[in-house]
């Protein structure tokens, strides 16, 4: 089944064409990543995807529904949730108040939520009465992750987990995402500069330049591509 299916989107900052008629799509189950270096248009799809930006052609569906143009906190409540770069957690907030949070668009019992969140993270429960800006960059971003769960999504979308963290964080990070993927059948989205980590967890991946997708596939495929082992994955 499609959850997210985005078409031939075009979005601009000004007079600048950040997206050029960009196609992907999220199947359910699926872990997606998106690819690219460092002004590719990654940022820009995810707010074109969750509403933040509105593209000035094209069509985003959720769940079989247009959501391009739509506001933010409606897509929220349609099943979209988004674990932004740079965490942003609530400082002062304790771990668990952050957690419940992430269910304000909910209105049934979330006990069994905390609960599930706190056996993939353990660490949020030892700290769950203590306010989140003690935690470390690395704690923060399982948090958030954490956070975007509590709403239990149908399309969870991470813009750059691994930003900021050692590679022994970055690899314990995704191996949780890949256990929710396949424990919980959470499907994600995953903008990723990190194209090792990012190809070895997704199952299908996109490589978006100068806002145009430019090469995509299954992450084995991709893996095996001379151009993204050169260019990507560092390998000559
Ligand atoms: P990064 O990994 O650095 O976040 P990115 O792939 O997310 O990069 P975007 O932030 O989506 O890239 O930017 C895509 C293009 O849009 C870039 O060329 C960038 O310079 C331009 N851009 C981004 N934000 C703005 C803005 N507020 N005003 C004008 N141009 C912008």
């Given at each position: 089944m499609s959850v997210l299916a985005v078409r031939n989107v075009e979005t601009f900052y000004g007079a600048i064409m950040a997206l050029?008629?960009?196609s992907i799509d999220v199947e359910e189950g699926e872990i997606v990543t998106i690819l690219g270096a460092n002004g590719a248009g990654k940022?820009?799809?995810m707010k074109t995807i969750c509403g933040l930006m509105d593209p000035e052609k094209g069509s985003v569906t959720l769940l079989g529904e247009r959501i391009e143009g739509m506001d933010p906190d409606r897509i929220v409540k349609k099943g979209l949730a988004l674990v932004p770069?740079?965490?942003e957690v609530f400082p002062y907030l304790t771990i668990e108040e952050n957690l419940r949070?992430?269910?304000f668009?909910?209105?049934?019992?979330?006990?069994?939520?905390?609960?599930?969140?706190?056996?993939y993270f353990p660490i949020l429960k030892e700290r769950r009465k203590q306010a989140a800006g003690f935690l470390s960059g690395g704690q923060q971003q399982m948090l958030a992750i954490g956070?975007?769960?509590m709403a239990r999504p149908k399309l969870m979308l991470l813009d750059e987990p691994s930003l900021g963290l050692s590679p022994l964080l970055t690899q314990e990070i995704f191996g949780i995402i890949a256990r929710l993927n396949a424990e919980q059948g959470v499907t994600m989205l995953v903008v990723e500069q990190n194209a090792h980590i990012a190809l070895a967890t997704a199952h299908k991946g996109y490589v978006l330049e100068t806002g145009r997708i430019v090469m995509a596939g299954p992450a084995e495929t991709?893996?095996?591509?001379p151009d993204i082992q050169e260019f990507y994955l560092g390998k000559s």
């Amino acid at each position: 089944m499609s959850v997210l299916a985005v078409r031939n989107v075009e979005t601009f900052y000004g007079a600048i064409m950040a997206l050029r008629g960009v196609s992907i799509d999220v199947e359910e189950g699926e872990i997606v990543t998106i690819l690219g270096a460092n002004g590719a248009g990654k940022t820009t799809l995810m707010k074109t995807i969750c509403g933040l930006m509105d593209p000035e052609k094209g069509s985003v569906t959720l769940l079989g529904e247009r959501i391009e143009g739509m506001d933010p906190d409606r897509i929220v409540k349609k099943g979209l949730a988004l674990v932004p770069e740079g965490r942003e957690v609530f400082p002062y907030l304790t771990i668990e108040e952050n957690l419940r949070l992430g269910a304000f668009t909910r209105r049934d019992a979330i006990g069994g939520d905390l609960e599930l969140v706190y056996q993939y993270f353990p660490i949020l429960k030892e700290r769950r009465k203590q306010a989140a800006g003690f935690l470390s960059g690395g704690q923060q971003q399982m948090l958030a992750i954490g956070r975007g769960l509590m709403a239990r999504p149908k399309l969870m979308l991470l813009d750059e987990p691994s930003l900021g963290l050692s590679p022994l964080l970055t690899q314990e990070i995704f191996g949780i995402i890949a256990r929710l993927n396949a424990e919980q059948g959470v499907t994600m989205l995953v903008v990723e500069q990190n194209a090792h980590i990012a190809l070895a967890t997704a199952h299908k991946g996109y490589v978006l330049e100068t806002g145009r997708i430019v090469m995509a596939g299954p992450a084995e495929t991709l893996r095996n591509s001379p151009d993204i082992q050169e260019f990507y994955l560092g390998k000559s």
